[in-house]
């Protein structure tokens, strides 16, 4: 019967592995006629199974871009995106030796902070390494301070070491520290460690908030509002949920300020076609660099009670305020100064992160989210939903901790701790500001006022002549330049259509922090330029001037570098 099956659908020499497998599968069982039949039997099954696959697939993958989840094919991340494949390449061609006009690829595409020359804060390591490896509480050369904290820290993991499973919420005494740090900062407006879940980075929180949100079909699916530019992993976690994204632009002539009147606008369109149900803040904001003031913020919480629309604040840039004119005003703080009218009833959740501030940890992957007002049913499915991933990283929670609970005035470690904190800031500032005076400068491009976060995002004017180019190789214009900028100066950098804009503008956005990037001033023969490495940039301008006079000639050959 099997070998009657076999000749009707396959060639001889898949006969022959058929009846290797039945040999072996008779031997194996070894337990008489009996256990022959079932060995057969089961065998019979299974090459027929095995032929329906093999004759279904015809030599296909099971799993093809074509049959795949079609939310992950939508799914786009600008910020490691084609930009950043090609830098690899280029590094890889450097490695093995080809010769190009510079030496390096400076990584300006993402805003990781020591992978830009950005040195740790000494207290944070002193306390994660001890967390790590208790044997160093022995060492002399960690403050008791440190050791007090990790101490502490250790106390409360199972079995008193960092590599043991956390609540699924985090660590009891760190969740009790982000509330207090939270309580302090907002000027004593109470936080409860029942509302606060130590996350995998700020992104494991967002995407996990965004994934409560999403429901229904057709007109009823869930909508999202984003301010455009975003970042791209609002738009992403959209896609991959199949929701609805819904844009509202932010006023670049007005300094990226954010209009009631235009998020009004885009509300009342999106209701004809799904249902509006959340609203994301970024502030301050990524890539565009502007911090919300108070009115705008209240502004906003009006606009969500009014609307009935849930709140996410993305707050994980609080440290990063350079102009002395702006400030930090957390969403939780004016919502409860706003009265119990709204703050009896806005639902809010906010995001913070050790990526950022003065920090930099990005690797550590620590994080928090805090929820105000929402339903205790939906509550106790977040907790349901965070506990399918166990906990976020121990070593990174550590590190959330000692942002939160810093060394204090008259311990060990407050003077150096400090010292550091304000020279990682000021260093910030300082390079925003020289970022965007270098920016303005060069023709072709123009840079609002960096008040905060660690990004520039200068408008690129375009030539018609480079656009049309940039067609003809099937790019956005911005990618395009980008591209060349990538290839020709080593410089990587995202192209704004990666972050969304306005139909007919360009931009993109620069990591300014690296410490290779400034290096040198602006000499009196390049004034229009950027640095690369230890001297100054192959003129970034330049590109956009040849295409402007209608040269043909490239970068390459457009004069000395």
């Known amino acids: 019967m099997y070998a009657a099956g076999v000749r009707g659908a396959v060639d001889c020499g898949i006969r022959r592995r058929a009846a290797l497998r039945l040999g072996w599968r008779l031997t194996d069982r070894g337990a008489g006629p009996a256990g022959a039949w079932g060995s057969a039997a089961s065998l019979i099954t299974e090459g027929a199974a095995s032929l329906l696959r093999d004759n279904g697939r015809s030599g296909d993958k099971v799993l093809t871009i074509g049959n795949m989840n079609p939310q992950v094919r939508a799914v786009e991340y600008a910020v490691r995106g084609p930009i950043v494949i090609k830098a690899a390449e280029i590094e890889k061609e450097l490695q093995q030796g080809s010769q190009k006009p510079f030496t390096e690829v400076i990584r300006a595409n993402i805003g990781d902070a020591h992978a830009m020359g950005q040195q740790p804060i000494t207290f944070l390591r002193q306390v994660v390494a001890l967390c790590t490896y208790p044997e160093l509480f022995e060492s002399p050369q960690f403050p008791a301070d440190a050791k007090e904290r990790a101490q502490r820290i250790l106390l409360d993991c199972g079995g008193q070491s960092l590599g043991s499973y956390s609540a699924s919420q985090g660590l009891d005494c760190i969740r009790r520290d982000v509330a207090k740090y939270v309580e302090t900062r907002d000027g004593g407006i109470p936080a409860d460690p029942d509302n606060i879940y130590i996350t995998t980075g700020a992104s494991d929180g967002i995407t996990t908030i965004m994934k409560l949100l999403v429901s229904g079909e057709g007109r009823m699916r869930t909508g999202l509002m984003i301010p455009i530019p ?91 305020i350079h102009s002395k004119d702006c400030k930090f005003h957390s969403f939780k703080k004016v919502l409860h100064e706003m009265g119990p009218e709204y703050s ?40 349901k939903l965070l506990s399918v991933r166990l906990c976020s990283p121990v070593p990174g929670q550590v590190a959330m901790d000692v942002v939160v609970n810093p060394p204090k005035p008259g311990e060990e470690s407050y003077e150096m701790f400090t010292s550091e904190k304000m020279r990682v800031l000021h260093n910030l500032a300082e390079k925003a500001k020289l970022s965007e005076e270098v920016l303005n400068t060069i023709p072709g491009m123009r840079c609002n006022h960096l008040q905060g976060a660690m990004y520039a995002f200068p408008r690129i004017f375009i030539p018609s002549k480079a656009i049309k180019e940039a067609e003809t190789h099937g790019m956005a214009p911005d990618m395009f330049y980008c591209m060349r900028l990538l290839e020709e100066t080593g410089i990587c950098v995202v192209p704004g259509s990666g972050f969304g804009q306005k139909e007919g503008t360009y931009h993109f956005r620069g990591e300014p922090h690296d410490v290779r990037l400034f290096s040198t001033p602006p000499s009196a023969e390049v004034p229009l330029s950027f640095t690369t490495r230890r001297g100054f940039v192959c003129n970034i301008g330049r590109w956009l001037y040849i295409y402007k006079i209608g040269h043909e000639q490239r970068l390459s050959t457009a004069g000395a570098r």
């Open 230 to 320: 975003q970042y791209p992993l609002y738009s992403a976690a959209i896609a991959d949920l199949n929701a609805v994204q819904i844009n509202y632009y932010l006023d670049e002539d007005n300094g990226w300020a954010l209009d009631k009147n235009e998020l009004k606008r885009n509300l009342n369109m999106a209701r004809e076609y799904c249902n509006p149900k959340a609203l994301c803040i970024i502030n301050p904001g990524n890539p565009t660099g502007q911090v919300q003031s108070r009115q705008c913020i209240e502004d906003v919480i009006t606009f969500a009670y009014e609307e009935k629309l849930f709140l996410l604040a993305d707050e994980v840039y609080q440290e990063n």
């Open 344 to 383: 009896n009833t806005v639902e809010l959740v906010s995001f913070n992160s050790t990526s950022k501030g003065y920090t930099g940890e990005c690797g550590l992957r620590g994080g928090y989210m805090e929820v105000f007002n929402m339903d205790p049913e939906v509550q106790a499915q977040l907790e």
